[in-house]
């Protein structure tokens, strides 16, 4: 069964740092592009931050200095290190795994987990 479940989110002040975490079953976690998402209230889901398979990354504008994706290839999971948090970083937190397949791409999500920022 093909799965990501995160975790880490939660509640924090202004200024403060999560660690998210997505631990990927039932696929080959290293040959996949992994990204984190965010979904707020009443908007679309957007791009947070993405790692291909072969560790190259990129970020939204708004969280370039501040974001850190990283992935574990051993444990089959993908992080997102959140410093310097800001209450406009509030939202749901989404996992996401991608692969070119036979010219489709395949996706793969996570459930979400929660983040407040808010003092």
């Known amino acids: 069964q093909v799965q990501l479940v995160e975790s880490g989110g939660g509640l924090v002040q202004p200024g403060g740092s999560l660690r998210l975490s997505c631990a990927a079953s039932?696929?080959?976690?290293?040959?996949?592009?992994m990204g984190w998402y965010l979904q707020a209230p009443g908007k679309q889901r957007e791009l947070v931050a993405g790692?291909?398979?072969?560790?190259?990354?990129n970020y939204r504008d708004s969280v370039k200095g501040r974001f850190t994706i990283f992935r574990d290839n051993g444990k089959s999971t993908v992080y997102l290190q959140m410093d310097s948090l800001k209450p406009e970083d509030t939202a749901v937190y989404y996992c996401n795994a991608q692969k070119l397949i036979l010219g489709r791409y395949r996706n793969v999500w996570g459930q979400g987990t929660l983040v407040t920022v808010s003092s």
């Open positions: 039932g696929i080959t976690f290293s040959v996949y592009d």
């Open positions: 790692i291909t398979s072969d560790g190259n990354t």
